[in-house]
């Protein structure tokens, strides 16, 4: 399976994303967006450097080195995701 970012998408609103999490130089960032009352998430993924002149910058490339940060920040943000759920779900009851 590939995957690409070929077509980096910002969040339609303003809002803030509900959560983050970092993992070494890799952080995911957790959006909550409402399409037809209902309630979705999403999540994307950056990568922090510094350039040669020690200026921050983002990347949404990885390399060889970054995939395991990647897969395990990916890991995090699916169990936040999950755990609000469940929350919402047992608040529904």
Same mark, same amino acid.
């Given at each position: 399976? $590939?995957?690409? *970012? $070929?077509?980096?998408?910002?969040?339609?609103?303003?809002k803030p994303?509900?959560?983050?999490?970092?993992?070494?130089?890799?952080?995911a960032s +957790?959006?909550? *967006?409402?399409?037809?009352?209902? +309630?979705?998430?999403?999540?994307?993924?950056?990568?922090?450097y510094k350039?040669?002149?020690? *200026?921050?910058?983002?990347?949404?490339?990885?390399?060889?080195?970054?995939?395991?940060?990647?897969?395990?920040?990916?890991?995090?943000?699916?169990?936040? +995701?999950?755990?609000?759920?469940?929350?919402? $779900?047992?608040? $529904?009851?």
């Amino acid at each position: 399976m $590939a995957f690409s *970012n $070929a077509q980096k998408k910002e969040p339609e609103t303003k809002k803030p994303p509900v959560g983050k999490v970092r993992v070494g130089s890799v952080t995911a960032s +957790i959006w909550e *967006n409402t399409k037809d009352s209902k +309630i979705f998430y999403s999540v994307t993924f950056e990568r922090r450097y510094k350039d040669g002149d020690g *200026n921050w910058k983002s990347s949404d490339s990885y390399g060889p080195g970054d995939l395991l940060e990647l897969a395990k920040a990916a890991d995090r943000a699916h169990s936040q +995701i999950l755990d609000v759920l469940e929350q919402k $779900a047992q608040e $529904a009851k």
